[in-house]
Each structure stands twice: as C-alpha cells, then as structure tokens.
C-alpha cells in the first residue's frame, strides 16, 4: 500500500513562506505524477500544483509565481515552496500521487494564513 506522508504546514503571517514536504513509501518515479491540492471549508478539493514523472509542471492560475513545485528523487519526497502567502490561501493540503489508473493521498497538512 503506497503511503504518502505530508508535513510542513502550520500558521504564517500574510506574505510569509512555507514550504511543505511529502514522503512517498515508494519510489516516485513509479508514479506518473504526482501533485498538491488544497480543500478549504465548505469548498471542494483543487489542484494547486502538479509534476509529472517527465519534469512537466502545472499549477493553478492563482499560485502562478508564487508556489513552486519540485522533488528529491534520492528522498522519494516532492515539496511545494509556498512565497508571499495570502490568507485566501488557507486550507488543508494534500499530497496525490498517480499511477494509471489509481490514486493515492496523503492525510493532509493544515495551512493557515494569518492577514
């Protein structure tokens, strides 16, 4: 069973900077990709980030310039640096992985950003 660790998140001021971590059980690169989404209350779950195992990277509109997505293939880790937060930030943030068919989540790491 792939697990996939988060950490990193926490409380930050607006304009502030976190960078959050995800541990995979397996080699990342059996995955064909894997990404960052966030679900804030009483909205559904998005996409904020993801990279595929070619190196191609996506990100919604709304972090364009601001999160950067990149992993440690020796560490079978990927992060996402988060740079001048806003509050509209604020969510919980979970790590996805894919492979063919199937997906996999990690439990989620709260962040929140303070105006």
């Known amino acids: 069973q792939v697990q996939l660790v988060e950490s990193g998140g926490g409380l930050v001021q607006a304009g502030g900077s976190l960078r959050l971590s995800c541990a995979a059980s397996?080699?990342?690169?059996?995955?064909?990709?894997m990404g960052w989404y966030r679900q804030a209350p009483g909205k559904q779950r998005d996409m904020v980030a993801t990279l595929t195992s070619g190196g191609d990277t996506n990100y919604v509109d709304s972090v364009k310039g601001r999160f950067t997505i990149s992993r440690d293939n020796a560490k079978n880790t990927v992060y996402l640096q988060m740079n001048s937060l806003k509050p509209e930030d604020t969510a919980v943030y979970y790590c996805?992985?894919?492979?063919?068919?199937?997906?996999?989540w990690g439990q989620g790491t709260q962040v929140t950003v303070s105006s």
């Open positions: 996805n992985a894919r492979r063919s068919w199937r997906q996999y």
């Open positions: 397996e080699t990342i690169f059996s995955f064909n990709a």
